[in-house]
């Protein structure tokens, strides 16, 4: 509904015709009278009405002049409330009027909060049943906007207000609209109709199909049908027959928010992974659909099942997901173990390399500290090949191939010089040719990372380095003395 002016219709037009002279003549007799009349208020309390008219008065006095003062502030804010219930009420009848007022042009009818043309109807309303024209402008009948309802497709009403065309309406739809022909940026023009294009069809249609979108005269475009409230009635669950689920035609069964309540005898499981729990159980059940997203993609969340078989579901489906929670982590175990003996050979790698390789001083110090520990003890202790590279392998044997020859390959390796200069322990124990140090061939992968990790940290790391500077102050002392000898 249009809001109408507060005091004028046009003031612009009033203000340009006021003569402000005469305007100010007029003024001065209403002027005279409103000062009149707050005088004579002001002697009907005896005082005027300030704070200070009770000074100098003795208590009595000064009550009764404060009783004066508040009786005249009641009856001043009655008035301000009757000045204003009366415009109030103005402005009411003037908006009346302006509603039953008809326009005299197009625009007029277009802006109306009280009639509209036929030709302004919405695409998804309709004049309802039994409400007339109320007149004819420039041959086209007009009608009253309030005698206007709103039309929807069957799925609109069953999806978003949980009503359903009764079945003898379907044949007979209160309007169709034809598919528009919808240009968008830089694409073809495309054809939407029906169910699916009703939401975005309806935002146009709110200023009468503005816009770049066109009517379709194509007679092969899609027809969408309309129902009125009239021709529908409260949607109720279809009742369980011969003890199976009640389905729709896609095989799903309409739960809340998109239904106002479950069908009787059946729970809603919104659980992930729940189908294969039922499948595995042997349990009747059916997809639940809980309501459409935009462009009514179907939205799927869980499942239905009979009330009886919730239990079971429940407790074989939480034993699943401890079961699998379980595989994870084992699987987790076993990818980092591998990646730890990974990280173990590369170390072993090293240690072969300084030896044969480096200079003098590196292959003296090759077989020192804990990464050289470790690497000793991945030879000793197994030669299989970690868990994710035994099943990489495309050929058929190939990780029993490849564990046999790491083990094959673990005493030849255990007896080459590596093993030797790796089986020393980082005390600076003297190494025994051939073996490794029984403590460090106990030690299980999580030790040995427990140790990796504690060489590997900054305080470690600085140990490491003040260790290196013992020994090169050692060797030097050592050079000296032999060059003094």
Not at 139 to 158: Q, S
């Amino acid at each position: 509904m249009q809001e109408p002016a507060r005091y004028a219709t046009d003031w612009l037009a009033a203000e340009k015709l006021r003569d402000e002279e005469w305007w100010q003549q007029t003024l001065a007799p209403l002027r005279r009278l409103e000062a009149a009349a707050s005088l004579a208020a002001g002697a009907a309390t005896g005082g005027d009405g300030s704070p200070d008219s009770g000074k100098g008065l003795g208590p009595r006095a000064a009550a009764a002049a404060r009783r004066r003062q508040a009786a005249a502030e009641a009856a001043g804010q009655s008035a301000a409330r009757l000045a204003a219930e009366r415009e109030d009420a103005e402005l009411e009848e003037r908006a009346a009027q302006a509603r039953l007022s008809l326009p005299s042009t197009m625009e007029g009818f277009r802006a109306h909060s009280a009639f509209v043309l036929e030709r302004h109807i919405p695409r998804f309303c309709a004049v309802k049943p039994g409400a007339g024209k109320q007149g004819m402008h420039r041959g086209e009948p007009y009608f009253r906007r309030c005698d206007l309802a709103d039309l929807h497709t069957a799925a609109k009403w069953r999806t978003d207000y949980g009503r359903e065309v009764v079945p003898g309406e379907l044949e007979r739809p209160y309007k169709r609209v034809k598919g528009r022909k919808r240009a968008g940026a830089g694409s073809p023009l495309t054809l939407d109709g029906g169910p699916e294009g009703e939401e975005e069809e309806e935002e146009e249609e709110e200023l009468d199909g503005g816009g770049a979108s066109v009517r379709s005269s194509d007679p092969s475009a899609p027809t969408t049908l309309l129902y009125g409230i009239w021709q529908t009635r409260e949607w109720v669950p279809v009742a369980a027959a011969d003890g199976s689920i009640p389905t729709n035609e896609h095989g799903n069964v309409e739960v809340p928010p998109l239904a106002k309540v479950m069908p009787a005898g059946l729970v809603h499981l919104n659980m992930p992974y729940v189908v294969n729990t039922c499948k595995a159980l042997g349990v009747e059940y059916a997809r639940a659909l809980v309501g459409f997203a935009r462009n009514r993609f179907p939205q799927v969340e869980g499942v239905v099942v009979w009330e009886e078989d919730q239990q079971r579901v429940v407790d074989a489906y939480l034993q699943a997901e401890r079961e699998r929670e379980e595989r994870k982590r084992l699987q987790a175990e076993a990818e980092a173990d591998a990646a730890w003996r990974m990280l173990l050979r590369a170390v072993l790698a090293r240690v072969r390399l300084q030896q044969s390789y480096g200079p003098q001083q590196q292959q003296q110090q090759a077989g020192e500290g804990a990464m050289a520990d470790a690497a000793a003890t991945l030879v000793h202790q197994s030669g299989a090949v970690p868990p994710a590279r035994a099943g990489a392998g495309k050929k058929r044997g190939g990780g029993r191939k490849s564990a046999a020859t790491a083990a094959a390959a673990a005493p030849t390796a255990a007896a080459a010089d590596v093993v030797d200069l790796a089986g020393s322990d980082s005390d600076d124990a003297a190494p025994t040719a051939g073996t490794a140090p029984p403590a460090v061939l106990g030690l299980g992968l999580h030790q040995l990372r427990g140790r990796l990790e504690a060489q590997l940290s900054p305080a470690g790391q600085r140990q490491q380095q003040q260790q290196q500077q013992q020994q090169q102050q050692q060797q030097h002392m050592a050079d000296v003395h032999q060059e003094e000898i």
